[in-house]
Every structure is written in C-alpha cells, then in structure tokens.
C-alpha cells in the first residue's frame, strides 16, 4: 500500500521560510519522479514542482528561484524548500508520485501572512 505524509506546513510571515518534507512507503522509492502540488482556496490544483529519479528538477514559474525539491532515497522523503514567501504561495501542499497509480498525500496548510 502506497502512503504519503507530509510535514512542515504551518503559518509564516512574507519573506519568512518553511521546508516540507514527504515520506514515501509502499513503492521503490528511488524510481519514481515525485513531485510537489498545491491547491489554494477556490483554484485549481496546480504543480509546483518535480524531481526525477535522475534528480532532475523542474519548477513552476512562480517558485522557480525561490522553492527548491530535493530528495534523499535512503529515507524515501522528498523536501521543498520555500524561501521569499509571498502570500499568494498560501495553499495546501500536496506530495505526488505516480507508480502504476496516481498517489497524493492528505496536504499540508502553509500559510503566508502577516
């Protein structure tokens, strides 16, 4: 069975930093591309950012330079490193990985405000 848990969310000033972590189970975790979501209040879940299991990196357009995804196969975690928040990064956070199935994690809250 396939799990996803989260950690790291919580409130932050803007400018403030947050790092979430993923641990993964169930699946080869070193694999699989795993990837970070993310959902704010009435919008559409969108990507924020992706790791191959070449360690190849990708980001939305609006995090790219201030997020970084990084993992570590031998704890089967994934992390994104949030820097320079902004209140428009406010949203639930969700750990992806696709491994014959699409997998999500429950979402953790960060939000950015003052």
């Known amino acids: 069975q396939v799990q996803l848990v989260e950690s790291g969310g919580g409130l932050v000033q803007p400018g403030g930093s947050l790092r979430l972590s993923c641990a993964a189970s169930?699946?080869?975790?070193?694999?699989?591309?795993m990837g970070w979501y993310r959902q704010a209040p009435g919008k559409e879940r969108e990507l924020v950012a992706t790791?191959?299991?070449?360690?190849?990196?990708n980001y939305a357009d609006s995090v790219r330079g201030r997020f970084t995804i990084s993992r570590d196969n031998t704890k089967n975690t994934i992390y994104l490193q949030m820097n320079s928040l902004k209140p428009e990064d406010t949203a639930v956070y969700y750990c992806?990985?696709?491994?014959?199935?699409?997998?999500w994690g429950q979402g953790t809250q960060v939000t950015v405000s003052s």
């Open positions: 169930g699946i080869i975790f070193s694999v699989v591309t």
């Open positions: 790791i191959t299991s070449a360690f190849i990196t």
């Open positions: 992806y990985t696709r491994s014959g199935a699409n997998y």
